[in-house]
C-alpha cells in the first residue's frame, strides 16, 4: 500500500470517528440539524469555505486554470467572495434571528406559507442535489485514481462512507468535520503552490515561462485562452461570463441554503458576521494560491487529460511524497465534507420541509429525518452509476439556480414590507425554472444564447419581475408584516460594545486584505507579466490601464468599501447604547 492510498485511508477511519462521537451527542432534532446552535467562528468558517471550496475548486476550477484560464481564475475571484459580507449583513444575521430548522423553513415562517416553504424545500432538493452528485463523482474520480478501486467501486465506498457519516451524527458531526478539513486543505494549498512553483524556479521564473507558452497563447492573459474550440468565442464573450458569474455566485454565497443555512448554527449574531468575513480573506487568498499552483503544472506536462486529474497528477510527481499525500488527502477531505453538507442539507428538506413529519416527538422525527436522508443518497447513487461526470460545469450549473430562484426573494424576505406569499412562492418557482430551460436547451444546441442572455440572468430576472408584479397584485397580511418586524429586533445578548469591538475587527480585516491582494497581484502578477509580454510604459513603468492593472485593483475597490461598510453596520446594530 503506497503512501498515497495510506493517507487516504487514515483521514476515512479519522471521519469515521469523528462521526461516532458526533452522533453521539445528538440529543434532540435542534442537534441533528443546526448542531444545537451552539458553533463558534472557527466552526462556522470551517463549514463556510469547506462547502465551498469542494471537489469543483480542487479539481474543476484547478482544472479549467491548468487547461485555459491561468491568468483569468487568479484575477477574477474578488467578485463573487465579497457575497459573503453583505449576504452576512443583509440576509444571514436575519436568517439566525428566525430559529428556523431549515433555509426554506424560514421562508415558510415569514410568508406565513407552507406552499412558499415547500417550493424553497424542492429548488433544494433539486439544486443540492446535483450538486451532491457532482462531489459524490468528484470523490470517486480521486478513490479510482489514487487506490486500486475502480471509478464504479469508488462511487460506492465514498457514497457509503458520507452516507452512513450524515446518518448518524448530522449537523453537529458535518461541522466538526468540515472544520478538519478546511485547516487540512487551506494549509495545503499553499504548499502545493510552495512546492510546485519551487519546481521551476520560483513564481516569477514559472510567470515568464507560462507567458511564453507557445502551446496555449494568452494562457496567462486577463482572458485566457479564447476564440474557436473554446467555451468563449472574444475576451468580451469571458469577460460578460466572468462578470455574470462572480454575481451569480456572490448572491449563492450570500443566500444559498448550503452557505446561508451555516448561519443558523452559529452561537450569535457576532459569530455570523465575523465568520463571513474571514471565510471571504480565506476563500480569496486560498483560490489564488491554488488556481496559479495548477496554472505552473502546464511547465512539467501540458496535455493531462481530463483536466480535473491537474492536482492529483502534480501531488504525485512534483511534490514530496508526504506532502503530495498530505494534499490529496485535503482534496479527498474536501470532497468528502461537501458531500456531507448536500446530503444533511438535501435529507433535512425532504423530511422537514417538502414531507413534514406530523409526530411531535424528536426521536420519532429523527428517524424519519434519517430515512429521508438514506432515500436521497441512495437516489444520488444510481444517477452516478449512469451519468458522466463533468464537475466543473455540473456544479456551475446547480449551484447559480439559487442566485437566480433565491436571490431576490431571499433580501426582499427581510427588506421589503409589500412582498406577498404568493409573491415569493412564484418568484423561487420561476427564477428556477427561467435558469434550467434555457440553460438545458442551450446545453442540448436547441438555441444559441449569447454571454449577455446567460440563463442566470435570464432566471433572476423573471423571478424580480414575477415578485414585483405578483406583489403589487396581493396584500401583505398583519402576521407576515409582523414577522418581518421581528426579524430587525436585535438580540439583547448580542447588544455588547466589547463584543462589537471584536466583530468590527474582522470588517477591518476584509479591507485590509484588498489592499494586501491588490498590492501582491500588482507587484507580483501584473508587473511581471507587462515585462514578459513587453508591455511596460517607456521607461519601464507599470501600465496602471490594462486589463490586468485593472482587474488587480479590483480587489481594493471591492473588498475596502465593503470592510468599511460593515464596520460601520455592526457599531450601529450592535452598541448596547443603541436605542431599543
Not at 469542494?54 to 475571484?77: R, V
Not at 444575521?93 to 428556523?100: E, G, T
Not at 501584473?526 to 513603468?541: F, H, I, K, S
Amino acid at each position: 500500500m503506497d503512501i498515497y492510498t495510506t493517507s487516504i485511508l487514515i483521514s476515512i477511519v479519522i471521519y469515521a470517528l469523528i462521526g461516532n462521537y458526533a452522533g453521539r451527542k445528538v440529543k434532540h432534532l435542534e442537534d441533528y440539524f443546526v448542531a444545537g446552535r451552539q458553533a463558534p467562528t472557527l466552526l462556522i468558517v470551517g463549514t463556510l469555505v469547506a462547502s465551498v471550496l469542494s471537489t469543483n475548486a480542487f479539481l474543476g476550477e484547478t482544472g479549467f486554470s491548468y487547461a485555459t484560464q491561468g491568468g483569468a481564475f487568479i484575477l477574477w475571484p474578488s467578485i463573487w467572495v465579497t457575497g459573503y459580507v453583505w449576504g452576512a449583513l443583509y440576509f444571514g444575521r436575519y436568517l439566525r434571528r428566525s430559529r428556523a430548522l431549515t433555509v426554506a423553513e424560514f421562508f415558510g415562517w415569514r410568508f406565513d406559507s407552507k406552499p412558499v416553504q415547500a417550493a424553497a424545500g424542492v429548488t433544494i432538493v433539486l439544486g443540492l442535489g446535483g450538486y451532491l452528485l457532482a462531489v459524490t463523482q468528484g470523490a470517486a474520480i480521486i478513490l479510482s485514481q489514487l487506490t486500486p478501486l475502480s471509478y464504479i467501486q469508488g462511487l460506492f465506498v465514498a457514497w457509503v462512507s458520507y452516507t452512513l457519516f450524515t446518518l448518524y451524527s448530522g449537523s453537529r458531526g458535518v461541522v466538526i468535520t468540515d472544520t478538519l478539513m478546511f485547516l487540512l486543505f487551506t494549509v495545503m494549498s499553499f504548499v502545493a503552490f510552495y512546492y510546485i512553483v519551487e519546481f521551476h524556479g520560483g513564481w516569477l521564473s514559472s510567470l515568464n515561462q507560462l507567458v511564453q507558452l507557445e502551446a496555449k497563447p494568452d494562457l496567462m492573459s486577463w482572458h485566457g485562452v479564447v476564440g474557436p474550440g473554446t467555451e468563449w468565442p472574444t475576451a468580451l464573450d469571458y469577460a460578460i461570463w466572468s462578470v455574470v458569474t462572480g454575481i451569480a455566485w456572490a448572491f449563492v454565497t450570500a443566500v444559498s441554503p448550503w452557505q446561508s443555512s451555516r448561519y443558523l448554527m452559529a452561537k450569535s449574531e457576532h459569530v455570523v458576521i465575523r465568520s463571513a468575513c474571514i471565510a471571504a480573506i480565506v476563500i480569496a487568498t486560498s483560490s489564488v494560491a491554488l488556481y496559479a499552483a495548477a496554472t505552473v503544472v502546464n511547465l512539467s506536462k501540458i496535455d493531462i487529460f481530463p483536466e480535473e486529474q491537474t492536482m492529483i497528477w502534480a501531488a504525485m510527481n512534483m511534490m514530496p511524497p508526504l506532502m503530495g499525500a498530505l494534499l490529496l488527502a485535503g482534496v479527498t477531505a474536501a470532497a468528502f465534507s461537501s458531500a456531507t453538507t448536500f446530503l444533511s442539507l438535501v435529507g433535512f428538506s425532504v423530511s422537514q420541509d417538502i414531507f413534514p413529519h406530523r409526530q411531535r416527538d424528536d426521536q420519532s422525527m429523527l428517524r424519519f429525518s434519517r430515512a429521508m436522508m438514506l432515500l436521497v443518497g441512495a437516489v444520488t447513487l444510481v444517477i452516478s452509476l449512469f451519468l458522466p461526470p463533468s464537475v466543473f460545469w455540473l456544479v456551475y450549473y446547480v449551484g447559480t439556480i439559487f442566485a437566480s430562484s433565491w436571490g431576490a426573494v431571499g433580501f426582499m424576505s427581510v427588506w421589503s414590507d409589500k412582498i406577498t406569499a404568493r409573491a415569493a412562492y412564484w418568484g423561487i418557482i420561476s427564477g428556477f425554472v427561467g435558469n434550467v430551460i434555457p440553460r438545458l436547451l442551450d446545453t442540448l444546441g436547441w438555441i444559441d444564447l449569447p454571454s449577455y442572455l446567460n440563463p442566470i440572468v435570464i432566471g433572476g430576472v423573471i423571478s424580480l419581475v414575477a415578485v414585483l408584479s405578483l406583489s403589487h397584485l396581493g396584500n401583505v397580511t398583519d402576521v407576515q408584516r409582523a414577522r418581518r418586524m421581528k426579524l430587525h429586533e436585535v438580540p439583547e445578548e448580542d447588544r455588547d460594545n466589547a463584543q462589537a469591538r471584536k466583530t468590527q475587527w474582522s470588517a477591518i480585516g476584509v479591507a485590509l486584505s484588498g489592499i494586501f491582494m491588490t498590492a501582491m497581484l500588482l507587484r507580483f502578477y501584473v508587473l511581471p507579466y507587462q515585462r514578459a509580454t513587453d508591455t511596460l510604459r517607456e521607461g519601464g513603468g507599470l501600465d496602471w490601464w490594462t486589463v490586468e492593472a485593472l482587474l488587480a485593483m479590483t480587489w481594493a475597490g471591492l473588498f475596502v468599501p465593503w470592510g468599511i461598510m460593515a464596520y460601520k453596520m455592526i457599531g450601529h446594530s450592535y452598541s448596547s447604547k443603541r436605542p431599543r
